[in-house]
């Protein structure tokens, strides 16, 4: 399998059991090696009492998208920690797009860099993820030699 067919095939396992992403109403555009992009409409049950969106909405769609680009090497990877630094507000109805890829990626550990921005293309947030490899992977080899 090449590189971005190991990412795409860690993304189609790990979709159906991410019922946060999906009940949050995220969609995968795309992903690749060390890269991943999602999107989420902020709805009505997302807006505070400022007519903003609340942040952790904000961060939930910034960490998918960690989640998904640090896992997409089939190595099962968690968040060790992160950052995030909200640079302006999101509305009810904007379409928030995560996109994010390695900054680095060694051994047991890696940094992810994601940015959140509206439709309009306005950065809203910018995140940083620390991940850290844990035992176990998305597939074996014979799944990776039988798609030869």
Known sequence: M????IASRCAEIMWPDDHAARGLGMTIVRVGPGTATLTMTVRQ????????????????VADSAFA????SYNHRSVAAGVDINFLAPAHL???LTAKGHARHQGGRSGVYDIEVSNQLGKLIAVFRGRAARVKGHFFGDEESLSAR
Not at 68 to 71: R, V
């Open 2 to 5: 090449t590189p971005d067919q």
């Open 93 to 95: 109805g904007d379409v």
């Open 45 to 60: 049950d997302m807006v505070n009492s400022h007519g903003t969106c609340h942040g952790g909405f904000i961060f939930a």
């Open 68 to 71: 998904y680009a640090c896992n």
